[in-house]
């Protein structure tokens, strides 16, 4: 078992579950069919299916959203170390799969800073007292 940082959103809209009428146990399923068991993975696909469609967007598989979000938050400058933690990978080389490319947005000037002539050396005198 793993843990998560909740974004402050995704706890308003969880703690809007608390005021259904029913399914509010300790032990309930946090997204419950009607009868408050767990929902059908295959229900889940279509209406994520249904969701994409719906949107125009190109096909998606719900992976997809895995690379998002490890996409998304490595990009936030996360510690790539944190982010494996968070997606539960043994080893960072599966992260950075995920991950891509990490925008810092100083890219010009680190650039920039790499190519920059050096400084005239420096000529250090001893001198024999």
Known sequence: MRSVPMAPDVAVELAKLEKREQFTGRDDFVFVNDDGGPLDGSAVRRRFVAAVKSTKLRPLRFHDLRHSFGTIAANASLSTRE?????GHADARTTARYTHYRERGDEAARLAKAFAPLPPA????????
């Not at 982010?83 to 997606?87: K, T």
């Not at 420096?122 to 007292?129: C, K, L």
Request: glycine residues 0%.
């Open 83 to 87: 982010l494996q933690a968070w997606m």
């Open 122 to 129: 420096v000529e250090v005198v001893t001198v024999n007292a």
